[in-house]
């Protein structure tokens, strides 16, 4: 497959990651157009000033909008679905609006690409979706397997519908880094233990698997980065060594530990090498039979391989 020739349809086209994608599709590829839908009027603007290039489409719309959704798909060849809430918090505090864009405008997203005659859709999930304890992580379980299952109205269609999972993208918007960095200007950074370990990633491996993903998987996978993890203790030191520490406790539903692959999912999942793929538990689109992989071990953010501060440096650069 490839993307040259192609419209790339982004939704949270504002984001963090679009930018970053955009970027790296336009210097490895040569697409017809991106369009990127998003919300944010002032991003857009900013973003269109800065790229200044004639194959990016700024496009007003929001996820929860079924039609004008539809409407930005039309021609698209391949998608992106990226726009969510993704503050843990803000779910917490506003659990409706958590389910209107993560839950509903997701399914607003799948029904459009079908709609439409999208050949390949990509849905961005997170960690945070494996054995999820807070209504954010709730959600985008909720969406993934939504996303996935939706191969089966597609059945027989040119639309294939695959995801990614991972997790913490350094550096972006909301993130731990950019907080910290505003916050050592005083002189004291907050955290919630520095025992608390997570999943890390540079922004050019998040754009990498989801190129992978367009170029590879096939309808219903998920695939899997071999991430490695680190403590918010280790973070804070290639951050902000010099700071002091004020511990605020644990956010509700906050883990000590994070999870990529849960003990429940390790039958489905499938060593590709630099990734895992999660296959479907069913595949009712299909009349293969499930072709289990080899059993493999969760893998959790406090057992996985530990990042060190100069990686995590160098990641952060």
């Not at 963090?16 to 955009?22: E, L, N, R, T």
């Not at 996820?63 to 993704?86: N, T």
């Not at 960095?181 to 950074?189: L, P, S």
């Not at 071999?226 to 403590?231: I, L």
Request: proline letters at 5%; one cysteine or more.
């Amino acid at each position: 497959m490839t993307l040259n020739g192609a419209t790339i349809l982004i939704t949270g086209g504002s984001g963090f990651f679009a930018q970053h994608f955009v970027r790296y599709v336009l210097d490895h590829h040569h697409p017809h157009s991106i369009r990127l839908y998003s919300r944010s009027e002032a991003v857009q603007a900013a973003l269109q000033a800065r790229y200044d290039d004639h194959r990016l489409r700024f496009l007003i719309g929001d996820v929860r909008d079924a039609e004008r959704l539809s409407l930005a798909c039309r021609g698209a060849d391949y998608a992106v679905h990226a726009a969510a809430l993704k503050r843990v918090e803000t779910c917490e505090a506003d659990p409706n609006e958590a389910v209107l864009t993560n839950v509903l405008g997701t399914m607003h997203m799948a029904r459009a690409c079908l709609e439409r005659g999208v050949q390949k859709a990509v849905f961005l999930s997170t960690d945070k979706a494996a054995s999820p304890c807070t209504l954010y992580g709730a959600t985008k379980l909720c969406a993934e397997r939504l996303w996935v299952q939706s191969n089966s109205y597609s059945a027989g269609t040119k639309t294939q519908f695959v995801a990614t999972r991972y997790g913490n993208v350094l550096g972006s918007t909301g993130s731990v880094v950019p907080v910290w960095r505003e916050q050592a200007r005083t002189g004291t950074i907050s955290m919630s233990d520095p025992t608390v370990s997570r999943f890390w990633m540079a922004p050019a491996d998040a754009v990498a698997l989801v190129d992978c993903a367009l170029q590879t998987a096939n309808p219903g996978e998920v695939l899997i980065p071999k991430c490695g993890a680190a403590t918010l203790g280790w973070l804070k030191e290639a951050v902000a060594p010099e700071a002091h520490i004020r511990l605020t406790g644990f956010r509700p539903g906050e883990k000590q530990h994070e999870t990529l692959i849960s003990d429940d999912e390790t039958r489905y999942a499938e060593d590709c090498g630099t990734h895992w793929v999660l296959q479907p538990v069913t595949t009712t689109w299909t009349t293969a039979p499930l072709d289990l992989p080899t059993l493999i071990e969760p893998y959790y953010s406090d057992t996985a391989p530990q990042l060190t501060v100069a990686q995590l440096r160098e990641m952060i650069a």
